[in-house]
């Protein structure tokens, strides 16, 4: 038996104001809770994401807004600090570390339950937010940015999808 563990992506574009904003998504086989658990596990990123080489905790706190990891992609090793904590629904941290050009980005994970009827399934989309300026050529800049952190988003969705699809195949083999 096959089992499908995501749709292909969508991608959505946006640059409104001083923001370039970049949305990706896609469909996986797992309910909003396991994903949420996944997701919610804050410092074991690396053990899904292809593009995260080691993550880490940098606060006491474990879950929650106020939530500090570290991860390290390549030479790159950015700070992410929890800022919207929503079981099951919404989590969403703001990344520090970033070259000077960029003043703020903020990743945000959404979960949408999908109906239907023979298994459980979420919509995951995951929005990054990326305030380079508002003159030209720092619109620019965002722009590039957002089309590479776009790549990366990709490569974080797969992961998350690939996890559940680990999950299923496991389970269809025992049984």
């Not at 923001?19 to 596990?41: F, G, H, I, R």
């Not at 080489?53 to 939530?67: I, P, Y």
Request: hydrophobic share 40%.
């Amino acid at each position: 038996m096959h089992s499908r563990s995501h749709k292909s992506s969508s991608t959505r574009s946006v640059l409104a104001d001083d923001m370039a904003t970049v949305v990706k998504s896609t469909s996986v086989l797992a309910s909003p809770d396991e994903v949420w658990a996944v997701l919610s596990d804050f410092a074991a990123i690396s053990e899904w994401a292809s593009n995260v080489d080691h993550s880490c905790l940098l606060s006491d706190q474990t879950e929650g807004v106020g939530t500090v990891r570290r991860i390290q992609t390549g030479r790159t090793t950015v700070v992410e600090t929890v800022t919207r904590w929503e079981p099951g629904v919404a989590l969403s941290y703001a990344l520090t570390g970033l070259p000077t050009v960029i003043r703020s980005l903020t990743n945000t994970w959404t979960l949408e339950p999908l109906s239907d009827a023979t298994t459980a399934s979420t919509r995951v989309a995951l929005t990054t937010e990326i305030d380079a300026g508002s003159r030209p050529p720092q619109k620019g800049i965002a722009k590039a940015i957002g089309r590479k952190l776009g790549q990366a988003s990709d490569e974080m969705l797969v992961g998350i999808a690939e996890q559940f699809k680990a999950q299923r195949d496991a389970q269809e083999a025992d049984a």
